[in-house]
């Protein structure tokens, strides 16, 4: 899955007040084990539902260089109380969020010129996405024991257990799981638990559809674009209409992970063009924009420009003129939809 993993306490959630928790760790008149557990507990809530820094900046490389020390020191905190639900979900969320804006993306931007060194950081990816699975089942665990396993057994009765509470923990869950598999398509023993991100997903969509911006329905562009079947692309475009009537044309990914998921693989030049322009036409800045898609929109944005300058190596044979190429999706202008 290839789409940017999505969300915040309100939008977008890379992982914040870090230095808040490193205080806590080290303080040292939390001497008693109850009242050190409890103050862990009010940083996890922090880290789980308050305003977001990360998300605001417009900054990646001042981002990703902090991300580490927030990671780790959410780490130590899990490691003093492993079990607090909000603290599994902002570290499984963190580390999903930082895999893919600060190492696959980065992997992904360097071409196939230097084999070696993108392979490498694509599969240093690739153990942070399973880390963060790790962490974000271990939330669902703490109120469904067992659903793990049983996620891999029967998917469909065992993400019909989770509750409308459950949807972030479900929701970065499959995200971590499903850019796992986007990686490690290559081994059977990754790639055969597509069905349980695929329940999982489904059962956001049916909780809470609208969660986060329609994160979810962005999640569906990828998937169902790449799976086999004579409707799954008609049911991705109608995923991506969602996505973007959800995020009120904000939010710059769909357009990206359209281009990437559906008009490269039908071979469709002018849709991928267009999807692109109107990514890049999202405004960062506009007196209605969102400030917590800021950091994932530059992100985003930088995809779109990189796969702009290598249009010609994605797309066989001569550009096509404007009355052969087949129109885009119905999506107006990129700008709200009304």
Not at 141 to 168: F, N, S
Request: aromatic share 6%; proline share 6%; charged share 25%.
């Amino acid at each position: 899955m290839q789409a940017l993993p999505r969300g915040r306490s309100g939008a977008r959630g890379w992982v914040h007040r870090a230095a808040l928790a490193a205080l806590i760790l080290a303080a040292p008149a939390l001497a008693g084990c109850s009242v050190r557990k409890l103050a862990i507990r009010t940083v996890g809530n922090a880290l789980a539902s308050g305003a977001d820094v990360y998300a605001t900046d417009d900054d990646p490389e001042l981002v990703g260089a902090a991300l580490p020390f927030a990671l780790k020191t959410l780490e130590a905190l899990l490691a003093q109380d492993p079990t607090n639900r909000n603290l599994l979900l902002a570290t499984g969320r963190g580390f999903t969020q930082y895999a893919y804006g600060f190492v696959q993306l980065p992997a992904d931007a360097l071409g196939e010129g230097d084999y070696e060194r993108v392979e490498a950081e694509r599969q240093r990816a690739l153990k942070l996405y399973q880390r963060a699975r790790g962490y974000s089942l271990r939330g669902l665990e703490t109120t469904h024991p067992g659903i793990g396993a049983r996620l891999q057994q029967d998917p469909t009765a065992a993400a019909a257990e989770i509750t409308r509470e459950d949807v972030p923990l479900a929701y970065w869950t499959a995200a971590a799981w499903g850019a796992a598999i986007g990686l490690g398509k290559d081994r059977p023993d990754i790639f055969a638990d597509l069905p349980a991100v695929r329940a999982l997903l489904e059962r956001v969509l049916a909780l809470d559809e609208s969660w986060q911006g329609g994160a979810v329905h962005q999640a569906f562009i990828t998937l169902e674009a790449a799976t086999p079947g004579a409707d799954s692309m008609e049911k991705a475009k109608q995923h991506f209409a969602r996505a973007v009537e959800l995020a009120n044309g904000h939010d710059a990914s769909p357009y990206v992970t359209y281009a990437e998921a559906i008009a490269i693989p039908a071979q469709d030049r002018a849709a991928f063009e267009s999807m692109l322009e109107k990514a890049l036409a999202v405004d960062l800045d506009s007196q209605d924009a969102k400030p917590e898609l800021r950091l994932a929109n530059t992100l985003a944005q930088r995809k779109a420009r990189r796969l702009q300058a290598r249009v010609d190596d994605y797309f066989l044979g001569d550009e096509p003129t404007a009355e052969d190429a087949e129109s885009p999706p119905p999506d107006d202008d990129g700008g709200p939809n009304r």
